[in-house]
């Protein structure tokens, strides 16, 4: 099991004994773990306001890595978000039991549906909701399918797929020579994972106790404001809020440094009222 968990959940930057809190993150498609938990080296250090906030503040973060990229290219990819989030949650029941340690989800693109099968397994399981949850970059789950802003991946050529995903703003170089090798079977797969995606059912008016934050990028060519609104009716609670950048937003340094400020920010919100009711 332990080697497992190591598979799933691969980085160890902010890992104390004695946590006060959780982070738990998703990554979204043709990404991978790092792009939550990646410090650089001293010669190219790569700015990450969300792990310094966490090392500074006792924070576990847990960065969900998916088979089928990094050291798990070798790997088939998961078949569907609910495989996924089911290996996720038996992995994580032991500490998401603990009460005395709170979590925090977060999720973009792609990882918004993991994320949203984390919580329906969560529930299935009867373990305890997560504070609150981070979503960006992906439309609800019951959007129609001619309200979709893409083309399906499955049976387009593979210049079209690469116009594709030029769409969702993945950088030119990603398709030149050899990177595109290392890349393009990993995209299929992930591009299929939201493509051919069935949400597991939420009974009408049925909510997660759990509030949301739900980030829409100002400049995402794709997922629109509006689109990210339509996951409001599956919260108890939820605010729609605006970030700087497009879809690609977290490889933009200044977007990037400026959403994990805001996320380190709201944890420390929650800190204080947890030591003060404030």
């Not at 773990?33 to 306001?49: A, D, S």
């Not at 989800?105 to 949203?116: E, I, P, Q, R, Y």
């Not at 990993?186 to 949400?199: C, I, Q, T, V």
């Given at each position: 099991?332990a080697?497992?968990?190591?598979?799933?959940?691969?980085?160890?930057?902010?890992?104390?004994?004695?946590?006060?809190?959780r982070?738990?993150c998703?990554?979204?498609s043709?990404?991978?773990?790092?792009?939550?938990?990646?410090?650089?080296?001293p010669?190219?250090?790569?700015?990450?306001?969300?792990?310094e906030w966490?090392?500074e503040n006792?924070?576990e973060?847990l960065a969900c890595q998916?088979?089928?990229?990094s050291t798990?290219?070798?790997?088939?990819?998961?078949?569907s978000?609910q495989?996924?989030a089911?290996?996720?949650v038996t992995l994580?029941?032991?500490k998401?039991?603990?009460?005395?340690?709170?979590f925090?989800l977060?999720?973009h693109?792609?990882g918004?549906n993991?994320?949203?099968?984390?919580l329906?397994?969560?529930?299935?399981k009867?373990?305890?909701?997560?504070t609150?949850?981070?979503m960006?970059?992906?439309?609800?789950?019951?959007?129609?399918?001619?309200?979709?802003?893409?083309?399906k991946?499955?049976?387009?050529t593979?210049?079209?797929?690469?116009?594709?995903?030029i769409?969702?703003?993945i950088?030119k170089?990603?398709?030149e020579?050899?990177?595109w090798?290392?890349?393009?079977?990993m995209?299929?797969?992930?591009?299929?994972?939201?493509?051919e995606?069935?949400?597991t059912?939420v009974?009408?008016?049925?909510?997660f106790?759990?509030p949301a934050?739900?980030?829409?990028?100002k400049?995402?060519?794709r997922?629109?404001?509006?689109?990210?609104e339509?996951w409001k009716?599956?919260?108890?609670?939820?605010?729609?809020?605006?970030?700087e950048g497009?879809h690609?937003?977290?490889?933009?340094?200044?977007a990037r440094?400026?959403y994990m400020?805001?996320?380190s920010a709201?944890?420390?919100?929650?800190?204080?009222?947890l030591?003060y009711?404030?």
């Amino acid at each position: 099991m332990a080697d497992e968990f190591t598979k799933w959940f691969p980085s160890k930057v902010s890992r104390p004994e004695d946590p006060r809190i959780r982070i738990i993150c998703f990554h979204h498609s043709g990404g991978e773990e790092k792009i939550w938990t990646n410090l650089g080296n001293p010669r190219r250090p790569y700015p990450n306001p969300l792990v310094e906030w966490a090392k500074e503040n006792d924070a576990e973060v847990l960065a969900c890595q998916l088979p089928g990229r990094s050291t798990r290219f070798k790997e088939p990819p998961v078949g569907s978000p609910q495989e996924a989030a089911e290996k996720i949650v038996t992995l994580l029941a032991p500490k998401l039991s603990d009460t005395g340690v709170p979590f925090f989800l977060v999720s973009h693109s792609m990882g918004c549906n993991l994320l949203f099968e984390t919580l329906q397994a969560i529930k299935k399981k009867g373990l305890p909701m997560p504070t609150r949850v981070f979503m960006s970059g992906m439309v609800a789950p019951d959007t129609p399918e001619d309200k979709k802003p893409w083309k399906k991946s499955r049976d387009l050529t593979e210049e079209e797929f690469k116009q594709e995903c030029i769409g969702w703003d993945i950088n030119k170089e990603v398709f030149e020579g050899d990177t595109w090798a290392a890349y393009h079977l990993m995209l299929r797969a992930d591009f299929l994972l939201f493509d051919e995606y069935e949400a597991t059912p939420v009974e009408e008016g049925e909510k997660f106790d759990c509030p949301a934050d739900l980030w829409f990028l100002k400049d995402d060519k794709r997922v629109t404001k509006e689109l990210m609104e339509g996951w409001k009716k599956f919260f108890k609670e939820a605010e729609l809020k605006p970030a700087e950048g497009g879809h690609a937003f977290l490889y933009d340094e200044k977007a990037r440094v400026a959403y994990m400020n805001d996320l380190s920010a709201a944890f420390d919100r929650f800190l204080l009222e947890l030591e003060y009711g404030a």
